[in-house]
């Protein structure tokens, strides 16, 4: 079975940058939907972007302008550059991919966002 991995989380002042990372382990991308969710302490988790297998984007309005998803088949992995962080950004990100034919869907196990001063 195909998996998905997520680095690239941390700590963070306000108004910083992070990048998180992806990573499939099989040269599969280029069949998934593929998108970024976060789940915040005692919330619901959320979706933040996706980005289909044409480039095309959508994005959570609380995150529009600050944040761009983008992916690499060739490197079999999608991104989340996150500028402009906020506290409430803080959470676990989830990388979530849904397979093309059969919507079969997959999770990473999450990294973990905090910004704070």
């Known amino acids: 079975q195909v998996q998905f991995v997520e680095s690239g989380g941390g700590l963070v002042q306000p108004g910083g940058s992070l990048r998180l990372s992806c990573a499939a382990s099989?040269?599969?991308?280029?069949?998934?939907?593929m998108g970024w969710y976060r789940q915040a302490p005692g919330k619901e988790r959320e979706l933040v972007a996706t980005?289909?297998?044409?480039?095309?984007?959508d994005y959570a309005d609380s995150v529009k302008g600050r944040f761009t998803i983008s992916r690499d088949n060739a490197k079999n992995t999608v991104s989340l550059q996150m500028n402009s962080l906020k506290p409430e950004d803080t959470a676990v990100y989830y990388c979530?991919?849904?397979?093309?034919?059969?919507?079969?869907?997959?999770w990473g196990q999450g990294t973990q966002v905090t910004v704070s001063s």
């Open positions: 980005i289909t297998t044409g480039q095309s984007t």
């Open positions: 099989e040269s599969v991308l280029w069949m998934y939907t």
């Open positions: 979530r991919a849904v397979h093309i034919t059969t919507q079969t869907v997959n």
